[in-house]
């Protein structure tokens, strides 16, 4: 598990999301309106728009909501049309930062994104910086506690999981991106259900941080995450967990 994954953890552990939930509801339209416009609005014909009602519906959207945002992304509503950027850049000692953002105006979103690093030391950099550094992969991840670790991963591994990796109080698995929904199902099917389950980019080489340098990318990831138009934040930075409780504390 990277190190943001753990920190995204510690923070949904301690509730931090819950107090943000009109901003993250906020992103979730986006992302629902935009898999609906690429991909139409049956949510069982479109594994984008899937995902992210899926998504929703953990964080207790209301349905109306999520219909509300399908009919904009079909464009039976006047709304915006988001486009869909990734920006990348450099934090404390040379980490890899990879954000993706759906926006209505790329010359406002560019100027936040480059605020948030260049407030904390770091900097924005070219189109394809790090992207390399990163891969795509499914992500499923559960809780450790009550979990019968060697019965998940015997399913896992037979639904065609590419890893299982056990980090603290939580277990990542990790699939291919063409298998994340086959794997998920039969996960489902045999009584594991993830409490969080995505495609994201997981960081091939990762850099280790502490102290004040750990302090300050996690900041950089809390602020770009704060804003409206970034969905999503990937860095390779590796932090020990007692590090970030540390800080959350």
Known sequence: MSGHSKWSTIKRKKGAADAK???????????I??????????VDANPRLRLAVEKARSSNMPKENI????????????????E???YEGYGPGGT????????????RTVGEVRHVLTRFGGNLGASGCVSYLFEKRGILTFESDGLDLDSLLEVALESGAEDVVESGESVDVQTAPGDFESVKGALIERGYTPVQAEIAFEPTTTVKLE?????????????????????????????????????AG
């Open 21 to 31: 939930r009109g901003k993250i509801f906020t992103k979730l339209i986006r992302e």
């Open 33 to 42: 309106a935009t898999a609906a416009r690429l991909g139409g609005g049956e």
């Open 67 to 82: 219909e509300r945002g399908i009919k904009k992304g079909l464009g039976a509503t006047e709304g915006e049309s988001y």
């Open 84 to 86: 869909e950027v990734v």
């Open 96 to 107: 890899a930062i990879y954000v993706e953002v759906l926006t209505d105006n790329k010359n």
């Open 211 to 247: 102290g004040s340098a750990a302090e300050t990318m996690l900041r950089i990831a809390d602020a770009l995450e704060d804003l409206d138009d970034v969905q999503n934040v990937y860095a390779n930075f590796d932090i020990s967990e007692d590090e970030m409780a540390r800080i």
